[in-house]
């Protein structure tokens, strides 16, 4: 495909998947526990002690513990990385990728040790090291389809994050 796609393409993607999974594997199941939509920036400071809507799974999150597919996402909807997390520990995960946080002068998270930083492009590198992304999850049961899920959306189109860190092995 020459274009990168949206969230929203993926998301349509795996429901059509799902469907077709379900008539061969019984309790087949993916379920977006949050609304992309509904998630702040990972940078936004002040959501960080708001349960409801954190930006990455804690302890206590409705995704924290679950296995499935994660995705990071520009303010447009680009999907630019798609993971997997199958041991039911999506919230390390998530967190191995981008580092420990550091509370920038202006109050907001900034991720200087992130994993992306040595393969992205400047404009990627910036959007990571501010925190200009949100980050999606959808469920996936059970958890040993997880991987499948994840080769197949990549297949739809393979976002440039894991283009990069494909190359950089």
Not at 64 to 75: L, M
Not at 113 to 128: A, G, L, P, Q
Not at 140 to 147: E, I, L, R
Not at 150 to 164: I, N, S
Request: neutral net charge; glycine residues 6%.
């Amino acid at each position: 495909m020459g274009q990168e796609l949206n969230y929203s393409n993926y998301i349509s993607a795996l429901k059509g998947f799902e469907a077709y999974l379900k008539d061969n594997i019984a309790d087949f199941l993916v379920s977006e526990l949050v609304p992309i939509a509904q998630k702040p920036l990972i940078c936004d400071w002040n959501y960080w002690s708001d349960e409801g809507k954190l930006a990455i799974p804690e302890p206590g999150t409705p995704e924290h513990s679950k296995s499935g597919v994660y995705f990071f996402v520009r303010e447009n909807g680009e999907t630019i990385y798609i993971g997997k997390a199958s041991k039911d520990n999506s919230h390390h995960r998530i967190w191995s990728h981008l580092g420990v946080p550091v509370k920038s002068i202006n109050s907001s998270h900034i991720f200087p040790n992130s994993r992306f930083i040595n393969c992205s492009s400047e404009t990627t590198k910036h959007e990571v090291t501010k925190g200009l992304l949100r980050v999606g999850f959808v469920e996936v049961k059970p958890s040993n389809a997880t991987s499948l899920v994840e080769v197949f959306l990549q297949t739809l189109e393979l976002p440039v994050l894991c283009k990069r860190l494909a190359n950089s092995r």
